[in-house]
């Protein structure tokens, strides 16, 4: 219009569109009121009530799915057994049982994510990098928690006796094979903040395995199983870590002074927080013996602004959430 | 092999107590992920499968553009590393799921109204969490009800089944050999000649017939009539599971 006095009239967004348009000041806005609260509605320490259901698959070892908001996955634990005498090297004497139980290899996580679970993932592509790093982290984790006694894994056979033992030996215990349980993931429905999820999914499974008895048959000389539910037992795990992610949305930037970016830190960031925040926390906590709570696993990774002070409030909130998850979880 | 040894004739029941006609429990429900356009997940015995919904969306830039008044359909198998009796990580594009996948989209290609969305795709992704038996009829049970949620337009629920020729793999006197079953498990699946018929509307239109084994000709009518009446019966379920979803929807939004 040639006539330049005319006051322009507004543009009206709906909230959608304006969502869409600019997720990150319209997560701003949102935060920067008086009671600052997040697009989805939670507050900024709320995180999403997990629902667990164990046991439905009938094919499995154990299984388990795990619904955290909009974020669902399946896990199932099938137990294969591996002769001691198939394996390559076997451990040295003096590595101790819950470091061979890294080295033999008995925990195989496995998570697909390339299943339609969300437009990012479609189904039909080779494991993505995120794919890999969570397979990765979700192995690590479960080295480092030690949360299966190698004991349980084994299936042993006592020699009997022959002329040339000794008298006063005892009766030889011979290891014949190990159970090794592949754990597979798979992502139905992702809405951020898939480890969480996954960490769950993998550790309900666990508890829910079932191993049937099973014993070396010298005669056929293989590892023979028996059919009945009644003999067989279930997995005991030592302890329950439990894993809390936070993302923290800053509106940092290169040209303005870092003093004046304002940052949150968001407990359990669903897939539109995801995508405008690069700087992520994960914990995982975990209470041996209901004793003191300890931190098993700490990663920080992307922007700066969680210090010292932001880490402990996350890792109270983790505490807070292991709580929480005892009542879901814990048996 | 538990069925040759011809306890059937005795009763008349199956390995798993069911006579000659009897489905096995089906159990399903839409609209159970959020995120995806239409989900179902339905289980038929042992059979678990998750179906999810993503489209019409538009045409994938990559490849010729393809030249067309209709959507096509895309389907994709995922079946779970814990869904069989061994565990077996089953290789992307293997003949047998691409069949499978091929079938289905032929199918649905017809079904749906796909000239009400030129250039665009839908895309059937299907999860196989626990396989015993009539595999393709639940992934394409599962498919109609995910359609159904995901609101695309169809002429008719397209519905499925297996069917056995004869309860005993050695077809030896002695025995009713003229009962087909209907509904097959995993085990009866593996011992007997079996067909999958897949239908459409209340007069029941065949879609889909699938056979990879060998029968005699004289029993293949005999085999149809009885799958087209267990279509009928599972088409009246999934019908059922609809307009219960329908009426908690309209519930939620009225009262």
Same mark, same amino acid.
């Given at each position: 219009?040639? %006539?330049?006095?005319?006051?322009?009239?507004g543009?009206a967004?709906?909230r959608e569109?304006?969502?869409?348009?600019?997720?990150?000041?319209?997560?701003?806005?949102?935060?920067?009121?008086?009671?600052?609260?997040?697009? %989805?509605?939670?507050?900024?320490?709320?995180?999403?009530?997990?629902?667990?259901?164990?046991?439905?698959?009938?094919? /499995?070892?154990?299984?388990?799915?795990?619904?955290?908001?909009?974020?669902?996955?399946?896990?199932?634990?099938?137990?294969?057994?591996?002769?001691?005498?198939?394996?390559?090297?076997?451990?040295?004497?003096?590595?101790? #049982?819950? #470091?061979?139980?890294?080295?033999?290899?008995l925990?195989?996580? %496995?998570?697909?994510?390339?299943?339609?679970?969300?437009? /990012?993932?479609l189904?039909?592509n080779?494991?993505?990098?995120?794919?890999?790093?969570? /397979?990765y982290?979700?192995?690590?984790?479960?080295?480092?928690?030690?949360l299966? %006694?190698?004991?349980?894994? @084994?299936?042993?056979?006592?020699?009997?006796?022959t002329?040339?033992?000794?008298p006063?030996?005892?009766p030889?215990?011979?290891?014949?094979?190990?159970?090794?349980?592949?754990?597979?993931?798979?992502?139905?429905?992702?809405?951020?903040?898939?480890?969480?999820?996954?960490?769950a999914?993998?550790?309900?499974?666990?508890?829910?395995?079932?191993?049937?008895?099973?014993?070396?048959?010298?005669?056929?000389?293989?590892?023979?199983?028996?059919?009945?539910?009644?003999?067989?037992?279930?997995?005991?795990?030592?302890?329950?870590?439990?894993?809390?992610?936070?993302? +923290?949305?800053?509106?940092?930037?290169?040209?303005?002074?870092?003093?004046?970016?304002?940052?949150?830190?968001?407990?359990?960031?669903?897939?539109?927080?995801?995508?405008?925040c690069?700087?992520?926390?994960?914990?995982?906590?975990?209470?041996?013996?209901?004793a003191?709570?300890?931190?098993?696993?700490?990663?920080?990774?992307?922007?700066?602004?969680?210090?010292?002070?932001?880490?402990?409030?996350?890792? @109270?909130?983790?505490?807070?959430?292991? @709580?929480?998850?005892?009542? +879901?979880?814990?048996? | 092999?538990?069925? *040759?040894?011809?306890?059937?004739?005795?009763?008349?029941?199956?390995l *798993?107590?069911?006579?000659?006609?009897e489905?096995?429990?089906?159990?399903?429900?839409?609209?159970?992920?959020?995120?995806?356009?239409?989900?179902s997940?339905? =289980? !038929?015995g042992?059979?678990?499968?998750?179906?999810?919904?993503?489209?019409?969306?538009?045409?994938? !830039?990559?490849?010729?553009?393809?030249?067309?008044?209709?959507?096509?359909?895309?389907?994709?198998?995922?079946?779970?590393?814990?869904?069989?009796?061994d565990?077996?990580?089953r290789?992307? $594009?293997?003949?047998?799921s691409?069949?499978?996948?091929?079938?289905?989209?032929?199918?649905?290609?017809?079904?749906?109204f796909?000239?009400?969305?030129?250039?665009?795709?839908?895309?059937?992704?299907?999860?196989?969490?626990? !396989?015993?038996?009539?595999l393709?009829?639940?992934?394409?049970?599962?498919?109609?009800?995910?359609?159904? *949620?995901?609101?695309?337009?169809?002429?008719?629920y397209?519905?499925?089944?297996?069917?056995?020729?004869?309860?005993?793999?050695? =077809? $030896?006197?002695g025995?009713?050999a003229? *009962?087909?079953?209907?509904?097959?498990?995993?085990?009866? =699946?593996?011992?007997?000649?079996?067909?999958?018929?897949?239908?459409?509307?209340?007069? $029941?239109?065949?879609?889909?017939l699938?056979?990879e084994?060998?029968?005699?000709?004289?029993?293949? =009518?005999?085999?149809?009539?009885?799958?087209?009446?267990?279509?009928?019966?599972?088409?009246?379920?999934?019908?059922?599971?609809?307009?219960?979803?329908? $009426?908690?929807?309209?519930?939620?939004?009225?009262?």
């Open positions: 219009m040639a %006539n330049g006095t005319a006051k322009p009239t543009l967004f709906s569109t304006f969502a869409k348009l600019t997720p990150g000041p319209f997560l701003q806005a949102h935060l920067q009121q008086a009671e600052p609260v997040r697009a %989805n509605g939670r507050s900024l320490d709320a995180f999403r009530t997990p629902t667990i259901n164990t046991g439905s698959l009938s094919h /499995s070892n154990g299984s388990a799915v795990v619904r955290i908001g909009d974020t669902a996955i399946v896990c199932g634990v099938r137990a294969e057994v591996l002769l001691a005498s198939d394996i390559p090297i076997p451990p040295s004497d003096d590595s101790s #049982e819950d #470091e061979m139980v890294e080295q033999l290899g925990l195989v996580p %496995n998570v697909e994510l390339s299943t339609g679970c969300s437009p /990012s993932h189904p039909g080779p494991p993505s990098t995120l794919a890999q790093a969570l /397979s982290r979700i192995l690590s984790l479960l080295h480092t928690a030690n299966i %006694n190698l004991q349980d894994l @084994r299936i042993q056979y006592t020699e009997p006796p002329d040339e033992d000794l006063d030996e005892g030889k215990v011979v290891t014949k094979a190990y159970w090794t349980l592949y754990l597979d993931v798979l992502c139905i429905a992702l809405d951020g903040n898939p480890f969480d999820a996954l960490w999914g993998v550790l309900s499974a666990l508890q829910n395995t079932q191993l049937p008895k099973a014993w070396w048959d010298p005669d056929r000389e293989m590892i023979v199983c028996s059919p009945l539910a009644s003999e067989a037992t279930r997995l005991q795990l030592r302890h329950l870590p439990i894993a809390s992610t936070f993302a +923290v949305f800053s509106t940092a930037s290169p040209i303005k002074a870092r003093s004046e970016a304002q940052s949150w830190v968001l407990a359990d960031p669903d897939d539109f927080e995801e995508a405008v690069v700087e992520t926390v994960s914990v995982v906590v975990t209470s041996e013996d209901d003191r709570e300890s931190v098993l696993k700490l990663e920080k990774c992307g922007g700066g602004h969680v210090g010292k002070v932001e880490m402990g409030q996350c890792v @109270r909130l983790a505490h807070q959430r292991w @709580r929480d998850w005892q009542g +879901v979880i814990g048996g | 092999m538990p069925l *040759d040894t011809s306890t059937y004739s005795l009763a008349h029941l199956r *798993d107590g069911r006579r000659w006609n489905l096995r429990r089906l159990s399903a429900s839409i609209s159970t992920s959020g995120s995806a356009d239409g989900s997940y339905l =289980e !038929q042992n059979t678990k499968i998750l179906c999810t919904i993503t489209g019409p969306q538009e045409q994938k !830039q990559g490849g010729a553009r393809r030249e067309s008044n209709e959507a096509k359909v895309e389907v994709e198998i995922n079946v779970a590393a814990f869904s069989g009796v565990r077996k990580r290789a992307r $594009g293997d003949r047998r691409v069949e499978m996948q091929h079938t289905i989209a032929t199918a649905f290609q017809g079904v749906l796909t000239h009400l969305y030129p250039h665009s795709t839908v895309v059937i992704t299907l999860h196989v969490l626990s !396989q015993d038996g009539s393709l009829a639940c992934c394409l049970n599962a498919a109609t009800l995910a359609l159904i *949620d995901a609101g695309i337009p169809m002429s008719d397209v519905s499925a089944c297996t069917v056995a020729s004869s309860p005993t793999s050695s =077809e $030896g006197d025995v009713d003229t *009962d087909p079953l209907l509904d097959l498990n995993g085990v009866e =699946e593996q011992e007997l000649a079996f067909l999958t018929i897949g239908t459409s509307g209340e007069e $029941g239109k065949v879609l889909v699938v056979m084994t060998r029968c005699r000709v004289e029993r293949l =009518e005999g085999m149809m009539a009885v799958g087209l009446e267990g279509c009928g019966r599972i088409r009246g379920m999934l019908d059922g599971v609809v307009r219960e979803h329908g $009426g908690k929807v309209l519930e939620a939004r009225v009262g």
